[in-house]
T-cell receptor, first 115, second 115 residues
């Protein structure tokens, strides 16, 4: 497809379960970002990849959160032992090489509900 | 740390009228980019308009224009001839490609269009 694809679109997890959220960026996009968006709030930065290198993970809220992009394309955000406060929409975005004003192209997000 | 502030949580405008959404940011960088994104209920973040900090001329995209005041660190969005399809959350965002390249978002302004 032409856009950023995220799956699943909705995920319900029981507290304590592990979840994995997938992001397929636009082909050729070097940069990939993960954001967490709580209800009624703006997206909060989680982590950033340039190709397969994770250059910034300062926004990951705890060590239960882990992201990878092993081949520089598809990325997975994993949350271990989910807690209720993890409930949010997780947005993935990609952009072409840095150093210019290329905008981020966002996916539709994964809405995670932890019960 | 860079911050983006949107002081209007909600705004309403009559269809066909003009509305201005406010945004201020705090940074010590000289080279950066500013964006306005629109997020309808579908959750898809859509780029509305972008501005390079080194450009003095305000960006314009059809009915959307910005008032960029670099010294005041202000970046407001003006929507002319408002249409029902403009109803959405609007997020102001800031990016420093030469520093860490992550985009920082404000908390958003929900725009209602009154028929």
């Amino acid at each position: 497809g032409a856009g950023v694809s995220q799956s699943p679109r909705y995920k319900v997890a029981k507290r304590g379960q592990d979840v994995a959220l997938r992001c397929d960026p636009i082909s050729g996009h070097v940069s990939l970002f993960w954001y967490q968006q709580a209800l009624g709030q703006g997206p909060e930065f989680l982590t950033y990849f340039q190709n397969e290198a994770q250059l910034d993970k300062s926004g990951l809220p705890s060590d239960r959160f882990f992201a990878e992009r092993p081949e520089g394309s598809v990325s997975t955000l994993k949350i271990q032992r989910t807690q209720q406060e993890d409930s949010a929409v997780y947005l993935c975005a990609s952009s072409s090489p840095t150093g210019n004003n290329s905008p981020l192209h966002f996916g539709n997000g994964t809405r995670l509900t932890v019960t | 740390a860079q911050t983006v502030t949107q002081s209007q949580p909600e705004m309403s405008v009559q269809e066909a009228e003009t509305v201005t959404l406010s945004c201020t940011y705090d940074t010590s960088e000289s080279d950066y980019y500013l964006f306005w994104y629109k997020q309808p209920p579908s959750r898809q973040m859509i780029l509305v308009i972008r501005q390079e900090a080194y450009k003095q001329q305000n960006a314009t995209e059809n009915r959307f224009s910005v008032n960029f005041q670099k010294a005041a660190k202000s970046f407001s969005l003006k929507i002319s001839d408002s249409q029902l399809g403009d109803a959405a959350m609007y997020f102001c965002a800031y990016r420093t490609p030469l520093r860490d390249d992550k985009i920082i978002f404000g908390k958003g302004t929900r725009l209602h269009i009154l028929p």
